[in-house]
């Protein structure tokens, strides 16, 4: 099974900061890769898929980037709306399985 | 705007069975592979089970698999998820969602539904 690490757990930027989170995968996935906001009591919230695609709707400054094993989200100036925990998730043909990353928390210094 | 709807969580005890339901609206149903994802209490969301549009392939996660089945039945744009033999460990939030304009990216979550398990 493929094995998702997401670096950091947790991160405290002030608003307007670049923050990056990086997402390892144990073996290559090529570009299958997305990448989730959460907020508490909410379901995940997709924003980048097949690694760099950002979703209709969503704002510009939220991006991403990587292939093969390492994977890069990058939000350009960070804003209050932004606090939440993000997810990276990798997706395989059926009957091949989906995983998510562990998440990392992100919060307003 | 397609939705999802979950049903059928509760507190359970241990061993037991529970059936869980999505039905999806303002789509078509029979077009898109189903999933499964659940999040235990504080903690992240994890894959559990998949179907594809036509039911001919289904997926399980490692934890589940040989105690859960998938199922769906398009005339009633609703699939399934029977859980047997269940753990406190399957406590958690059980999500359907589905991926429409992705290959992979889940564009489209229910609002969930809890399944607790515990004596």
């Known amino acids: 099974d493929i094995q998702m690490t997401q670096s950091p757990s947790s991160l405290s930027a002030s608003v307007g900061d670049r923050v990056t989170i990086t997402c390892q995968a144990s073996q290559d996935i090529s570009d299958y890769l997305n990448w989730y906001q959460q907020k508490p009591g909410k379901a995940p919230k997709l924003l980048i898929y097949d690694a760099s695609n950002l979703v209709t709707g969503v704002p510009s400054r939220f991006s991403g980037s990587g292939s093969g094993t390492h994977f890069t989200f990058t939000i350009s100036s960070l804003q209050p709306e932004d606090i939440a925990t993000y997810y990276c998730?990798?997706?395989?043909?059926?009957?091949?399985?989906?995983?998510f990353g562990p998440g990392t928390k992100v919060d307003i210094k | 705007e397609g939705q999802l709807v979950e049903s059928g969580g509760g507190l359970v005890q241990p061993g037991r069975s529970l059936r869980l339901s999505c039905v999806g609206s303002?789509?078509?149903?029979?077009?898109?592979?189903m999933h499964w994802v659940r999040q235990p209490p504080g903690k992240g969301p994890e894959w559990v089970s998949a179907i594809t549009w036509n039911g001919d392939s289904v997926a399980y996660a490692d934890a589940v698999q040989g105690r859960f089945t998938i199922s769906r039945d398009d005339a009633k744009n609703s699939f399934y998820l029977q859980m047997h033999s269940l753990r406190v460990e399957d406590t958690a939030l059980y999500y359907c969602a589905t991926h429409q304009q992705t290959s992979g990216g889940f564009d489209l979550w229910g609002q969930g539904t809890w399944v607790t398990v515990s004596s």
């Open positions: 998730q990798q997706y395989d043909q059926l009957p091949r399985g989906f995983t």
């Open positions: 303002g789509f078509i149903f029979g077009d898109y592979a």
